[in-house]
């Protein structure tokens, strides 16, 4: 636990706060996303190991001893630029959203400067077993929510300029429609190499080679799951045909999609523990 002095435990904490996910997490370059869903509760991503972008639906790129706190209905997906893992946390209940919402008004928050206070506390957590030692459990989530209330320091401009931003939440958003760069470009108002260029500066890849990582990764997650043709997988993942997704896919990846398939499909539902009321 922190030396950080901290305010007496509410009376009814077991009714205010409350977890409901809480894992620890290795990833590579071609394993599936990690996707987090919209949800009434805050998200917590602290990566201890490799470099990760992060999509919300503008993109961040967070990176060894980072950490992010997203605020609720907030949806993304991490993808590893490098092999890397991290640790998620997802929460919520009154007092959290007390502490936490004023916040975190104004966006999600880097928290990198506390990196070890938080690890150390996140580590704890996963070592105690909520039916067995609630009381513990109860006091180092109640630490873990005062040192992200006491310093949380908001993201003071975005992580990209606004056409960048603006074409990650399109192609985010929209890759299965687009097929090329132009009419990205149309859209946004700029010539293509304005845009190639100005992203390329940026985020480090084209605009072509972010948007073909984009389907890569929701091909990846339809793989897992293991029900659904590759004709099926390849329209609503944007490709043109099969038989191009699995030339782009083996081309991304290193593997074609029925080798990456027979790897993960048995991983595919990763284990979330049951809501744990505190």
């Not at 459990?137 to 310093?151: G, K």
């Amino acid at each position: 636990m922190s030396n950080t002095t901290l305010p007496p435990l509410p009376i009814s904490i077991e009714q205010q706060l409350k977890l409901n996910t809480l894992l620890y997490k290795e990833m590579k370059p071609t394993s599936p996303s990690f996707l987090v869903p919209s949800s009434n509760g805050f998200s917590l991503i602290l990566v201890e190991e490799g470099h990760f972008f992060l999509s919300s639906p503008y993109g961040y790129e967070i990176k060894k001893e980072q950490a992010i706190l997203f605020s609720p209905l907030s949806s993304f997906s991490l993808t590893a630029k490098q092999e890397g893992s991290f640790y998620f946390l997802c929460f919520d209940g009154d007092l959290t959203h007390k502490l936490l919402t004023e916040t975190i008004k104004n966006g999600n928050f880097f928290l990198g400067d506390h990196y070890y206070t938080l690890k150390k506390d996140l580590k704890h957590l996963l070592t105690l077993d909520p039916s067995t030692q609630s009381d513990a459990f109860a006091i180092d989530i109640f630490s873990l929510l005062m040192h992200m209330y006491h310093h949380s320091t908001s993201l003071s401009k975005p992580m990209y300029p606004p056409i960048v931003m603006s074409a990650i939440q399109i192609m985010e958003e929209n890759y299965t429609y687009l097929y090329g760069i132009e009419e990205l470009a149309e859209h946004l108002e700029v010539s293509k190499n304005h845009l190639i260029r100005t992203f390329g500066e940026h985020v480090g890849m084209s605009p072509l080679q972010y948007l073909t990582s984009v389907k890569i990764n929701h091909a990846k997650n339809f793989l897992e799951i293991g029900e659904t043709s590759m004709e099926v997988i390849a329209v609503s993942c944007g490709f043109s045909s099969a038989d191009y997704f699995r030339k782009v896919f083996k081309k991304e990846t290193g593997m074609s999609p029925k080798q990456f398939q027979k790897d993960n499909h048995s991983n595919k539902k990763a284990h979330y523990p049951d809501e744990l009321y505190l």
